[in-house]
């Protein structure tokens, strides 16, 4: 399997104001294509910080991301990104289908492909009726599985996803974590999914990296060998989720008491 995501060295400094930040200390890690990856560790970590590079969107004080092989110096042409506020990421004077296609509009997808796109994008998040509505009309659960679509209609090699499901309730957390899995395991696009919740990040993922306090290392990188088939009340009761789950907690515990590698490998 091919790297498509390859982090090297990275390095965040924030300088500004007199005031000198060292969020990223020293990141390296790869990511296989396909991969379902999530990254956790306490506020402040440096995830967001971390995604921002990944997204071009910062620029690293030194190391290099390179995504499919190409060095990040903008934002890559192959990522879609889904944030946790949902509700400032979507357009209200646009219909949800506007909302889903504009991406594709500018990438200059024909206008046919484009409805086509849209169109399934829409099913395949359980929105087809949705298209004509305005985003300030639907849950905050429906919200975001537009930004789900929007995200996968543009046909990304990459999706990076920042807390995606931290604003809505949980019974609407746990249906967007299975639509999450269920695209991923149909579509294989490369995820990293960010998160503060130490079961989600077990439950989703293939692999659950775990991030020190800033300056940010990586203090653990996980393999989660639990079944593809996922179920919200089998897998989190089975006796290998806990141990996972475990492993995850011992992890951010030592990155909460400053850490800088784990004491104990598991
Ligand atoms: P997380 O997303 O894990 O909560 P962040 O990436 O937001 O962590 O922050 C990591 C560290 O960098 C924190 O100490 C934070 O205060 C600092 N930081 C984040 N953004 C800025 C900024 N624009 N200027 C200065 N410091 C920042």
Known sequence: MSDMVQVTGLK????????????IGNITF?????????????????KTTLLKCLAGLLEPTSGEIRIEGSPVTGPPPGMAVVFQEYGRSLFPWKTVQQNVELPLRVKGTAKDVRRQQVSEALAAVGLDDAGDAYPWQLSGG????????RAIAYQPHVLLMDEPFAAVDAQTRADLEDLVRSLWRTLGITTLFVTH???EAVYLGERVL???????????DIAVDLPAERDQ??????ASFAALRARVHHGIQAAKAGKRKLEVPV
Request: hydrophobic fraction near 35%.
């Open 233 to 238: 009340v089998d897998t989190r009761s089975s």
């Open 30 to 46: 790869t990511v296989p294509r396909s991969q379902f990856a999530c990254i956790v560790g306490p506020s402040g970590a440096g």
């Open 197 to 199: 919740d130490v079961d």
């Open 210 to 220: 775990v991030l020190s306090a800033s300056p940010t290392l990586i203090l653990d």
């Open 12 to 23: 965040k400094t924030y300088d500004g104001g007199g005031r000198r930040v060292e969020a």
């Open 142 to 149: 429906m919200q975001q599985r537009v930004a789900i679509a």
